[in-house]
């Protein structure tokens, strides 16, 4: 066992600012934590009673994410200090009298960090806990098994064939080296179509299984985007593997479901448009008879028609492309892209708008800008970057099309195909909080475990890019003189030249700050360049398997799921075993670097780096304090006809809150205005319901299967809906993917700015006649529609779904900073 941490460097009487509020003591560094102990000894030492006042906080170092050190010479009469922002959104500021022990504590601080330069130097290597505690008799690493999570399932060479076994084609990574080593496909497909199929998905990754419903044996697969190219390319293998996906548990389901060469293009149809079109051309005697099998076995027919009964006519299978379509279009460009459609006639495609990486990572980062200075001063956050960052509305997303794949799967009888780019972000996302929302088993502890690990973990979501566990050069920045505002990062001068210097260095990144910011904002509307953007990422595959932090592929991912199940477990208290604590400290430790659970990017990488042997899992901390993480609300009893106990579980998107316990603030801190707003609007609906005569309007239209994605149209701004009952003013329509009926999102945020305010005089209310012409020849150019506008929810061989398709709910939350030390448990 690896001896306790000892402390490198103390600094005595430090002043430590959080929430405006300043606390004395000492501060002490060791080699991976930063600790706070108040009051100092030097007051215990002089009143020994306030010994029993002590406390510690300790912070971990690769948990920084941005490190600031400000210089004042002696003669200002102001200390320099060292202010730091933690990945838990923990602020806080350390006060130095000696400018030189400033310095000296913020060297020591990166040098821990930043630069350490590879992943065996993380405290994960270095941690164990006591050999008497629970937590060391526990072996995390064991809690999972892939093949035991299938059996669960029901899929087992010694249980009853459902259509599905357990191939070990990628035992040795070699097939795919981001899939995990233990993968479920259809009974009827050998792996030798495998190998084929795998040149036709980006790094090799099939559609494979994740999830077999107990009840009505639907499933989920997964899979990454397909190379379809501008010239749209197809592969028979690929298409026999997705529509064998869709068939393999027919013969278990009382609805006969079967795929033949009605519905799809036969199998011996030339490629003649793909690459390597020879190698698809030819079929072995194994690859006919597979075809036989999914296409011919068990035919059924109308008995009234006569007609047989075509696989996907009776059930309504979905492939989820996760992406805005437009993002699918500009990969194209490069040879990847989104299903042709044409050959995969037994399922409807849908595209669910979900921003990228880039998207999220700046929408955190201005939920950041929004609530940076909570360790100066006890101010609310600022409630424009809050609203400006369209937080909540990316959880509402996620959750909105997590519910469209749970409801096809546990409601609709039919299945789901996911897949975004390279299928580990998006894709993990809408897997896990679809299977969330469809088993009651991976809303205990142990099955929300067993979730992270297969459907995160195990499918290779690059958990250390993503979270960037080796930390970035950029993020520790030197402020030398305060009067100049000058910002020098490493690797710049020490900043002791003349302030006419620091200030032009300010000037001129203040400009390119601003600028590039512009051209941020430019671009995002059509989203090009982050496509783009996602197209490198997809195409580096060597980079990928670097330790170094690139800015560009940190996002909050898994946060985002994390926050989505919050919403879950927030507006359905009882389903769920954890608590919220649970999720919080989990998202802790993904940057902790304590254990060895969320190190290196996929399941291989684990493995060759032997980190079950080498470091702890997390899941032991969890479990070794499940008391700690149980929801006393928890009711385990599942009764479909009792409200409340029913199997499944869907998201109300009108009721997304912020997290405000992970961004330690107070649920008024953060959502007293939206639960403000939200009571006002449901007093207002309740006034004009009761003062309406009763129509047949009142009630929102009934969504069947066929009408779940082909949704009205959107009633403009400020005329009454045809469509709906009347809505308070100023209350605009949201329209969500999932039922084409109102989004309750718009309730919640009024829009306080008029949108008249800007367009019309203040004196007549009409708009000015030259403002009027520019507008009316504004709008018949069609600006801010269709491609370069909202990207419609498209259904492939059909019309846009929706016009609106991206949810514009608007999102403000007031909130004060009162905040107390957390210690590390």
Request: overall charge neutral; charged content about 25%.
């Amino acid at each position: 066992m690896a001896a306790p941490p000892q402390t490198k460097q103390l600094y005595p009487n430090i002043q430590a600012l959080r929430g405006g509020k300043p606390e004395l003591g000492d501060l002490g560094l060791n080699d991976f934590h930063l600790v706070f102990r108040f009051p100092p000894q030097s007051k215990t030492d002089a009143d020994p009673d306030l010994k029993k006042q002590v406390k510690q906080a300790w912070f971990a170092f690769h948990i920084v994410s941005q490190c600031n050190l400000r210089l004042m010479p002696p003669s200002s009469g102001i200390h320099s200090s060292i202010r730091i922002r933690f990945r838990d959104f923990t602020y806080v500021s350390f006060n130095f009298e000696d400018e030189k022990q400033a310095r000296d504590a913020f060297e020591f601080i990166r040098s821990r960090t930043c630069r350490l330069g590879s992943i065996e130097k993380l405290l994960a290597f270095s941690y164990c806990p006591p050999p008497s505690s629970p937590e060391f008799k526990i072996n995390g690493w064991s809690l999972y098994d892939a093949r035991a999570e299938f059996r669960r399932q029901g899929i087992s060479e010694k249980l009853p064939d459902l259509g599905w076994r357990i191939t070990t084609i990628n035992k040795d990574y070699a097939f795919s080296p981001t899939y995990p080593a233990v993968l479920a496909v259809p009974s009827k497909i050998s792996d030798n179509t495998l190998k084929y199929a795998a040149s036709f998905r980006s790094r090799a990754r099939i559609p494979t299984l994740s999830y077999l419903h107990p009840v009505n044996n639907c499933t989920i697969t997964r899979s990454s985007q397909p190379f379809v190219g501008l010239r749209m390319k197809r592969s028979i293998q690929d298409e026999r593997l997705v529509g064998a996906c869709f068939s393999a548990s027919m013969d278990s389901l009382d609805n006969p479901a079967i795929a033949n060469s009605d519905s799809s293009p036969s199998s011996s149809h030339l490629d003649l448009s793909a690459d390597g079109a020879e190698d698809n051309m030819t079929l072995s005697e194994t690859e006919r008879m597979e075809d036989e099998l999914i296409a011919g076995a068990n035919a059924y027919y109308d008995e009234k028609t006569g007609k047989r009964l075509i696989y996907g006519a009776q059930q309504h299978n979905l492939i989820v492309d996760a992406r805005p379509a437009i993002n699918s279009y500009a990969m194209q460009a490069i040879g990847m892209g989104s299903e042709n459609m044409d050959y995969y006639r037994f399922a409807k495609k849908v595209f669910l708008n979900i921003d990228n990486i880039h998207v999220m990572r700046n929408s955190l980062d201005q939920v950041i800008n929004a609530i940076k200075d909570a360790d100066l001063s006890p101010f609310p956050p600022n409630r424009e970057l809050l609203e400006k960052s369209k937080w909540l509305k990316h959880i509402a997303g996620i959750l909105d099309g997590s519910a469209i794949i749970a409801r096809q799967v546990g409601i609709q009888h039919s299945h789901a195909l996911i897949h975004c780019s390279d299928g580990w972000d998006r894709t993990s996302q809408l897997c896990a909080l679809s299977e969330l929302m469809l088993d009651p088993y991976y809303r205990t502890i142990d099955g929300f475990i067993v979730l992270v690990e297969k459907d995160w973990l195990s499918f290779g979501h690059m958990f250390q890019l993503r979270s960037a566990h080796l930390s970035h050069e950029s993020w520790f920045t030197v402020d030398i003189d305060a009067l100049a505002g000058s910002t020098v990062k490493p690797g710049e001068n020490d900043g002791r030249g003349d302030a006419i210097e620091n200030a032009l260095a300010s000037a001129k990144r203040f400009w390119t700050k601003n600028v590039s910011n512009d051209k941020d904002t430019t671009s995002s509307d059509a989203d090009e360049t982050a496509a783009v953007d996602e197209v490198k990422q997809s195409s580096s595959a060597a980079a990928a398997e670097g330790q170094a932090t690139r800015l560009k592929d940190v996002s909050p991912v898994f946060h985002q799921f994390l926050d989505a199940t919050y919403q879950l477990l927030r507006q359905h208290p009882t389903r769920f075993e954890f608590n919220e604590r649970f999720l919080r400290r989990l998202l802790y430790h993904v940057y902790s670097c304590q254990y060895g659970t969320f190190l290196c990017n996929n399941e291989r990488q684990r493995h060759e780096a032997k980190l079950a042997e080498r470091t702890r899992s997390v899941w032991a901390y969890f479990l070794s304090r499940r008391s700690e993480f149980t929801n006393d609300k928890y009711d385990p009893v599942i009764d479909d006809h009792t409200k409340g106990r029913e199997r499944l579980v869907f998201p109300r998107l009108g009721e997304v809150r912020w997290w405000h316990q992970v961004f330690s603030r107070t649920d008024d801190e953060m959502n007293g205005m939206l639960n403000a707003t939200a009571a006002t609007a449901e007093r207002v609906a309740a006034y004009q319901a009761s003062s309406q005569p009763s129509s047949g309007l009142s009630e929102p239209p009934t969504v069947g299967v066929e009408g779940a994605f082909s949704l009205a149209e959107p009633a403009s701004r400020g005329a009454a809906s045809p469509s709906h009952s009347p809505r308070p003013p100023s209350l605009p329509v949201s329209k969500s993917v999932l039922t084409g009926v109102e989004s309750a999102h718009a309730a919640l945020t009024p829009d306080t700015r008029s949108p008249l305010s800007l367009n019309r005089s203040s004196s007549t209310g009409e708009v000015p006649g030259a403002l009027a012409a520019l507008q009316d020849k504004i709008a018949g150019l069609s600006l801010g529609k269709g491609v370069f506008g909202a990207v419609p929810v498209i259904i492939a061989g059909g019309q846009p779904a929706d016009a609106e398709s991206h949810r514009t709910a608007r999102y403000s939350a007031e909130a004060a900073a009162g905040q107390e030390m957390r210690s590390m448990d």
